[in-house]
C-alpha cells in the first residue's frame, strides 16, 4: 500500500546503523544547546515533509534547525541568520559524518564541543574512531520515512484521546525509536538504571512518574523487523495476559512489552485501525491494571475544528 511502504530489515539495516550514529551526532548538538525538559523531551527529533527534524535549537548569536532531507537526501543546517549548510546523505564512515557536520557547524558561526561518543550502545566507540566504511541507501532511508509519515498520523490521533500529560510523537536518537507516552500523573518508583552508556540519573528523571508508552523500531535492538512495541513503567500485574489485544501483536518476556510487527499492520485492509487497537488495549491495559483515573484521564478522539467539550459542560 501506498502510504505503508515496505522496510524490509535487510535492506534497512546498512542505512539504518549508519542514520543512528549521524542522528546522535546531530543529537548531541540540540543537546548541547537546548535547556532541558522532562523526561528529555529537549533531545528528540520529529517528522516533518521532507525527514527529521530537530526543530527550533536556541543559541546565543542565532538560531539552529538541523534537517535529515530524505527527499534530496541532504543533511540540512539552517540558522535564523538566513545561512544554510548542507552535507550529502551518501555512504561515509561515521568519523567522517562527524568531521563533516562539525565543520559545517564552525563555517556557520555554531558551537562545535560536542559530547564525543554515542548513547544506549553497548560500549560505545567515540565517534571520530568511527573510521569502517558507512552505507546509505537513499531509497531505503526515503520509505524509513514514508513509513514514519504514516505512523505519525495515526500516533498523533492516538494522542488526542487524553486529556492528562501526553507526550509528543517524537523520535528519540538514542535508541532510534518514534514514540508517544501517555502519563497517569502520579510518581513512578525510581527506576533501577542500567541502561548501556546513558547515566542512570538521565533514565531515572525520564521515568519519574507511571507511564504508558508506546512507539515503533525499525528493527535492531533483539527484534530483527520493523515493529510497534507498548510497555507501562511499573509494570502492572497481569499486564503480559492483557485482553482484546490484536491477535497480530505478542507479549515479549525478554523485552518486556507488546510488540506488533510492521508487516502485520502493512499488509492489513485497514492498517490505521489495526495499529490504533493495538494502542489503545495496551494502553487500556495499562492504565485499568495500574489503577490510572480513567474517567479524569480520557476524552473522545480529536476531530478537525471541533474544540474539546469543557468536563463540567453539561450533557
Not at 13 to 37: C, E, N
Not at 225 to 232: N, T
Request: charged share 20%.
Amino acid at each position: 500500500m501506498a502510504g505503508w511502504p515496505e522496510i524490509p530489515y535487510e535492506r534497512w539495516a546498512p542505512t539504518g546503523t549508519s542514520l543512528h550514529m549521524w542522528a546522535q551526532i546531530v543529537g548531541k548538538f540540540r543537546l548541547a544547546l537546548a535547556p532541558w525538559i522532562n523526561h528529555s523531551w529537549h533531545a528528540a527529533f520529529y517528522v516533518n515533509a521532507r525527514g527529521l527534524t530537530t526543530s527550533l535549537i536556541p543559541g546565543r548569536a542565532a538560531g539552529y534547525e538541523v534537517l535529515f532531507d530524505f527527499v534530496d537526501h541532504d543533511l540540512v543546517v539552517m540558522t535564523t541568520e538566513g545561512a544554510t549548510a548542507r552535507l550529502p546523505l551518501e555512504d561515509r564512515s561515521v568519523a567522517d559524518f562527524y568531521g563533516a557536520f562539525r565543520a559545517s557547524l564552525r563555517d556557520l558561526g555554531a558551537p562545535t564541543d560536542l559530547h564525543d561518543r554515542p548513547n544506549e550502545v553497548a560500549d560505545p566507540i567515540p565517534f571520530a574512531d568511527q573510521t569502517a566504511p558507512g552505507r546509505y541507501d537513499p531509497e531505503a532511508a526515503r520509505d524509513f520515512w514514508r513509513a514514519l509519515v504514516a505512523i505519525s498520523a495515526v500516533f498523533e490521533r492516538f494522542r488526542t484521546g487524553f486529556v492528562g500529560k501526553v507526550s509528543p510523537v517524537h523520535l528519540f536518537w538514542g535508541s532510534f525509536d518514534l514514540a508517544v507516552t501517555r502519563f497517569s500523573g502520579r510518581p513512578a518508583p525510581l527506576h533501577p538504571g542500567g541502561i548501556p552508556a546513558l547515566p542512570d540519573d538521565v533514565t531515572r528523571e525520564a521515568y519519574s512518574h507511571e507511564v504508558s508508552s508506546a512507539g515503533f523500531w525499525p528493527g535492531g535492538g533483539g527484534i530483527d523487523h520493523p515493529a510497534f512495541y507498548s510497555y507501562a513503567y511499573p509494570t502492572p500485574a497481569g499486564f503480559e495476559g492483557a485482553p482484546n489485544v490484536p491477535e497480530e501483536a505478542y507479549y515479549s518476556k525478554e523485552l518486556g512489552e507488546f510488540v506488533l510487527p510492521y508487516d502485520a499492520v502493512r499488509r492489513s485492509e485497514q492498517p490505521e485501525l489495526l495499529l490504533m487497537a493495538f494502542l489503545q488495549s495496551t494502553y487500556e491495559a495499562a492504565a485499568s491494571l495500574g489503577g490510572w483515573d480513567r474517567d479524569a484521564l480520557e476524552c473522545e478522539l480529536g476531530e478537525p475544528c471541533v474544540p474539546r467539550r469543557l468536563s463540567n459542560e453539561a450533557r
